[in-house]
């Protein structure tokens, strides 16, 4: 591997050198001489294309030199082609343009999809996730994500239950989730894609396996990156609000606020979410236990004790677009929610009285300047100290069955167990987490074509852990645990061969510390003496890679990645976690991956009213020590109901995933998508996993969605009912394959395969500021099921109102 990339970089040093090319900028601009924001700038003759920032400048590299034909184009503007001539390294043509009147809206999404194709082109397996129509629905971020090739959204029951991401087999933490780069944990369980809004989201960012610079970290199955809504460009408010089944209340606003003459900028948006979660359940996972011990499967019962309910805030002021800054921002984010837990990681009892509570302080600053100092030098800063506490309570000693009564013992009398909660013995407990992340990037462009840049990651977490059921006479019984991690990547990127071939060639270098102080209590002499445990851990590893992209001819990519990954375990994996049923392990170790993906994107092929696209990626996950939640490994234990964090051994995964999209007439809109993947246990050592699987050598791991596929379609109509009025239609489908939710074999522990139907609309008001939407979910009341045969909600329906003023 080493002496295959210092080939590649070889052959490009020597292309580079070797190369006569230049580069073209300049300001666009309109009569009036305000800069044109967001213009679409071309060269014809080499298909490449850039788009003019707020203050109207755009820089097209690696040039040959030679006479071209320079296209700008806009929905604001009237389209305009002049020659020019490239004979020098720099070439500056400055573009004054005519406004155009009004035109349709329908094309808007053109120049919303060159930056998706911008971004999926860039050599690593990603996908962009589009927000604009999905923000006017009922539709949570996360189903968005759950519709997207690769993804599997693994969540345990309804809105607000603990949710887990799988990239075409890869999870936990082996893949990262960031706000905008910064990594979601810091923000506390009480703003995560549970409850951000779509409208609060510009796009994400979906990457499989190999990651860019920015997102740098110790992640191996991909991350998940979501881009908040930064534009500045216009004065905006919006809000929504919606109601639904199972007595869902959803509402959210933002609004944007920027001074032309001094840049100041200020941005505010919340949010607010209630539900009951009282869907019912009926499938084979669903059990009453009646007082003789007898089991009645396929029991219909309705959910209890499963309420839902978060706000927060988002808060930024600042300046942008300014001589010395890009953008200079100061923000704070708060957060609360309060969560009834209605059973542990399997159903197969229901909890009543089980609770938490959550809440998180975050203060960020982020400072971004390009061209610092010097040209091609660039600068951000990202830094976010966070505050966060979760109170669990769980004292309740009866027993209860899915009827949402006392369990019966076999002389008919309610079950309770004295000194014990639903989930153990009882608790009260207060865990508070002070988390500090430092995330930069300096980066600089040697020469046209080539960029050198290094990124780093600081994070370290503080934890609390007291116990207030059994404090002692100088307080509450705390343990103490710190954590550590720095990731330092260096990357070198290149652009040759005329922008057709586009190569990331990178260095990671991981770093982490642990220790944790536990309180002991002896008994000597019939006194209790309370001495302090101390353990330390350490450890360090390397990793590299590479991702390509190569345009073989105009709308057909080759792109292609390796990586050496390395994955440290977090502190939930380390400590714990009592909210979410997860025991700690202190011994866990690091996992190590072999990455490798290959793939391609052909389109968009356009005839006359048709456009079709296709992408498909091959991937292939080699992991030693792979981190996972621990399964049960025989059919008598499935009552437990927590289990930790192990380290499986090996295990190897293989697959492809592919999707297909065609448009007619701007009108018709469809997409299909499925993944497969084979991820199998490849050695068994009882010493390594601490269950002995050896039996199960060659096998499909259990508890993961091996094979699914989604599809939908949508459809506009215009001028219905009111003149310049909009309606979209929508449909979505969804399969997932059977899997096991234990290693043996068995018919009880196997979800059925599950299909899911979903129909929608939306109806956009002739004035463009109130949009009426109707969604109707799983309209054939399938059962759906996931992480460990958690059954998810039936048959729903919601509606919401959105209003927007888009200038004041």
Not at 75 to 91: G, N, P, R, W
Not at 118 to 135: D, M, Q, R, Y
């Amino acid at each position: 591997m080493h002496k295959i990339l210092l080939i590649v970089l070889f052959i490009l040093l020597h292309q580079a050198t070797n190369a006569q090319t230049g580069s073209l900028s300049g300001v666009v601009s309109d009569e009036q001489g305000k800069a044109v924001d967001g213009a679409t700038v071309t060269l014809k003759e080499l298909g490449q294309s850039t788009m003019t920032d707020p203050k109207g400048r755009y820089e097209i590299k690696a040039v040959r030199p030679g006479n071209f034909t320079l296209i700008v184009s806009s929905i604001l503007i009237e389209k305009k082609s002049l020659s020019i001539q490239i004979k020098d390294a720099q070439t500056v043509a400055n573009v004054k343009v005519k406004a155009s009147g009004e035109k349709m809206l329908n094309q808007v999404s053109v120049e919303v999809k060159s930056e998706k194709r911008l971004i999926e082109t860039s050599g690593f397996a990603v996908n962009v996730v589009e927000t604009k129509e999905a923000s006017l629905r009922n539709v949570q971020t996360n189903e968005l994500l759950d519709r997207t090739v690769g993804v599997r959204i693994r969540q345990n029951g309804g809105l607000g239950s603990a949710v887990e991401y799988n990239l075409n087999g890869m999870s936990g933490r082996s893949v990262g989730i960031f706000i905008d780069g910064i990594e979601i944990s810091t923000y506390g369980s009480s703003f995560n894609l549970n409850n951000i809004p779509p409208s609060m989201i510009e796009r994400i960012e979906v990457y499989k396996g190999v990651l860019p610079s920015h997102l740098s970290g110790d992640y191996m199955g991909g991350a998940i990156n979501v881009i908040l809504k930064k534009d500045v460009a216009q004065n905006t408010v919006t809000a929504s609000m919606s109601y639904g089944s199972f007595n869902t209340y959803q509402a959210d606003g933002s609004g944007m606020y920027r001074n032309p003459k001094n840049g100041f900028t200020a941005k505010a948006s919340g949010f607010y979410t209630y539900t009951d979660n009282s869907y019912e359940t009926w499938g084979k996972f669903s059990k009453f236990i009646a007082p003789d011990g007898q089991v009645e499967r396929f029991y219909r019962a309705k959910r209890f004790n499963d309420s839902y309910q978060s706000a927060g805030g988002r808060f930024e002021a600042g300046f942008t677009n300014v001589k010395w800054a890009d953008a200079l921002l100061l923000g704070y984010n708060g957060s609360a929610t309060d969560n009834e837990i209605p059973h542990g990681q399997v159903m197969s009892k229901p909890y009543v009285g089980r609770t938490s509570e959550s809440q998180a302080h975050v203060f960020n600053l982020i400072y971004n300047k390009r061209n610092l100092l010097v040209k091609g030098l660039d600068l951000s800063f990202n830094g976010v100290y966070s505050n966060r506490s979760t109170y669990l309570q769980d004292t309740v000693g009866y027993v209860y069955n899915w009827d949402g009564n006392y369990r019966l013992d076999f002389y008919n009398r309610p079950m309770y167990r004295e000194g014990r909660g639903q989930q153990g013995l009882d608790v009260m407990t207060d865990i508070t987490r002070k988390i500090t992340t430092l995330r930069s990037n300096l980066s600089y462009e040697i020469f046209s074509g080539h960029k050198l840049s290094v990124n780093h990651v600081y994070y370290t977490v503080d934890r609390d852990d007291a116990d207030l059921l059994r404090p002692i006479e100088n307080g509450s019984l705390k343990t103490i645990s710190d954590l550590a991690k720095n990731v330092t990547a260096f990357n070198y990127e290149t652009q040759v061969f005329e922008n057709r071939l586009k190569t990331n060639a990178f260095v990671k270098y991981y770093q982490q510390n642990l220790s944790r102080i536990t309180p002991i209590i002896t008994v000597v002499g019939g006194n209790n003496v309370l001495s302090m445990e101390r353990a330390d851990a350490e450890v360090d590893a390397t990793g590299y890679g590479l991702a390509a992209s190569f345009t073989a001819v105009p709308r057909v990519v080759l792109i292609g990645s390796a990586e050496q990954a390395v994955r440290m375990p977090g502190d939930t994996e380390i400590m714990g976690d009592p909210n979410e049923n997860i025991l700690s392990n202190f011994s866990i170790r690091p996992e190590v991956s072999k990455n490798y993906n290959l793939g391609f994107r052909l389109g968009t092929f356009e005839l006359t009213k048709h456009r079709v696209s296709v992408s498909g990626n091959f991937f292939s996950r080699n992991v030693k020590d792979r981190i996972v939640r621990q399964v049960n490994t025989t059919l008598s234990d499935q009552e437990v109901e927590t289990s930790p964090y192990m380290n499986l051994g090996r295990a190897k995964s293989i697959g492809f995933e592919g999707e297909l999209s065609y448009s007619y007439n701007n009108r018709l809109h469809t997409m299909f998508s499925l993944s497969k993947f084979n991820s199998v246990f490849k050695q068994g050592d009882a010493s390594a996993t601490g269950q002995r699987l050896s039996q199960y050598e060659n096998k499909q791991l259990p508890n993961e969605p091996f094979f699914t596929m989604n599809g939908n379609a949508q459809y506009r109509l215009d001028n219905l009912i009111q003149k310049k009025s909009i309606v979209h239609l929508f449909y979505n489908f969804g399969y997932v394959a059977p899997f096991r939710t234990v290693w043996p074999e068995s018919e009880w522990f196997t979800t059925p395969t599950q299909f899911s139907h979903d129909l929608g609309m939306n109806y956009r008001f002739p004035d463009r500021k109130i949009v009426l939407s109707l969604d109707a979910k799983n309209i054939f009341n399938s059962e759906i099921y996931d992480n460990f045969g958690v059954q998810k909600p039936g048959r729903a329906f919601y509606v919401k109102l959105n209003y927007t003023i888009n200038s004041f």
